[in-house]
């Protein structure tokens, strides 16, 4: 079964969003927050979810059963703590919760959630979903232009955490880079939150552009320590673990902590996967010559459009950092180890950006993975054969189930291996 996720707008009949507030789960703080700018855009009040801490598990454990992976008991336990907040009314709530029809439990957050609500008797939550069967319901004639505000913010909270990573473990003083980074999310969200009836498509990306280039100044500004050499490290993994601080204990400021340098995979590449699944699903059952596939371009065309305009702002400071611009042939990469018509999903990306890493010059590659997910699995069980095509790259899967532990011994001795590695090719290269 090939991967669909469509970014469109699916409501519950009969209930509308208007008049409430749509809760966004915060794979990444970013994220949320830009998604929700991009919702106000079409009058939609919308907020990041709260954020997990010691009462999330707390709360999922009521209602799961435990077969549950860790995104799925995180993002239930953090919408849970929605209904604990004072003045809570199910009538005025709305939560976000995308879906796919992947082989893995992502699509069985929707239906839970809906069960756990009307278990609780709360059953007039509204729950907004991505699918294609359900069509456009009450945000109607507005659900495509929030659909091109909603991929300009996942663009742009991609870049915004670049720049962090790639800026924080360089920063002379201690937390300046989160400082702008925060306040550079202020001003992105300012204007992807701008009413769509009073700016178009074409100048919100101008009055973007403008923000990113005060964003780009921003962090050119901070102070470096010219003596701080950290190894650059590559994260793969699962998305929402890799990207949700709180499911993965923190591990890029562990990795940074210990003299390493963080460069995460983004959501886009997730995204860009995806529609290229459902080109590929076409071709596959005939419709190559369809308005289906037709639509499918047009969509991945302007994605790439918007895309490129807002990367070209950054082009001189992401050299040695560029992401794959066509995803075949990134994935081409990985097909001796785990072709992609065998394994669809993550684990797929996991493996071709391992080697992408590589061929940029990491020094190792960490996978950030939720205990019993079969992406990690799969993956770990690839993972010596391309470490062995390649120099002995080093590549560790770091697990997660929510039970606090501590990594920092093994974030410590990974590092070891990584500079090791780092300088060995460093001598072979200045021996000849
Ligand atoms: S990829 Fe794994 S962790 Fe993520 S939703 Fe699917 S089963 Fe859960």
């Not at 590929?280 to 991945?300: C, D, N, P, T, V």
């Not at 690839?382 to 470490?387: A, E, G, H, L, N």
Request: with cysteine; charged share 25%.
């Amino acid at each position: 079964m090939r991967y669909k996720f469509n970014l469109i707008m699916a409501v519950e009949k009969k209930k509308t969003i208007y008049g409430r507030t749509v809760y966004i789960p915060q794979m990444s703080f970013e994220g949320a927050k830009c998604m929700a700018a991009a919702f106000h855009s079409v009058g939609i009040n919308a907020r990041p979810s709260p954020p997990g801490d010691i009462h999330t598990y707390d709360l999922a454990r009521r209602y799961l059963s435990g077969d549950e992976c860790l995104p799925e008991a995180v993002t239930l336990g953090n919408f849970l703590k929605i209904t604990q907040q004072p003045g809570y009314d199910p009538a005025k709530t709305a939560l976000f919760l995308p879906t796919s029809n992947g082989p893995c439990r992502f699509g069985h957050y929707y239906p839970l959630a809906k069960k756990i609500f009307e278990d609780r008797g709360e059953d007039d939550v509204m729950i907004l979903t991505t699918s294609s069967s359900t069509g456009y319901e009450d945000i109607g004639k507005r659900a495509k232009d929030f659909v091109r505000t909603a991929w300009r913010a996942v663009v742009i909270s991609d870049i915004l955490r670049k720049l962090l990573l790639k800026t924080r473990p360089y920063e002379a003083n201690k937390g300046e880079a989160d400082m702008v980074f925060s306040q550079s999310l202020n001003w992105v969200c300012q204007v992807l939150s701008i009413p769509i009836a009073e700016i178009s498509h074409r100048v919100r990306m101008q009055r973007l552009q403008e923000v990113l280039v005060n964003i780009r100044q921003a962090f050119a500004g901070i102070e470096r320590d010219a003596s701080k050499k950290p190894l650059l490290i590559g994260i793969v993994g699962e998305i929402f673990c890799r990207l949700n601080d709180f499911s993965n204990e923190n591990l890029v400021r562990i990795i940074e902590m210990h003299g390493g340098e963080v460069w995460m995979s983004d959501v886009s590449e997730w995204i860009f996967y995806t529609r290229d699944e459902e080109i590929l699903g076409y071709i596959e059952h005939g419709r190559r010559f369809s308005f289906s596939m037709l639509g499918a371009q047009i969509k991945l065309a302007i994605m790439r459009s918007d895309e490129h305009k807002i990367l070209s702002v950054f082009k001189d400071d992401l050299q040695g950092y560029e992401e794959p611009s066509n995803i075949r042939r990134f994935l081409n990469k990985t097909r001796p180890y785990l072709p992609r018509e065998g394994a669809r999903g993550e684990m797929v990306l996991n493996a071709a950006r391992a080697l992408w890493y590589y061929e940029k010059g990491a020094a190792g590659v960490v996978d950030i993975s939720p205990f019993t997910c079969m992406n990690g699995i799969v993956c770990e069980s690839v993972y010596p054969r391309i470490s062995r095509d390649f120099e002995h790259f080093p590549i560790r899967v770091f697990y997660f189930d929510g039970i606090h532990s501590n990594i920092e011994s093994d974030v410590e001795i990974f590092l070891e291996l990584a500079r090791n590695f780092a300088n060995k090719k460093a001598r072979r290269s200045t021996e000849g």
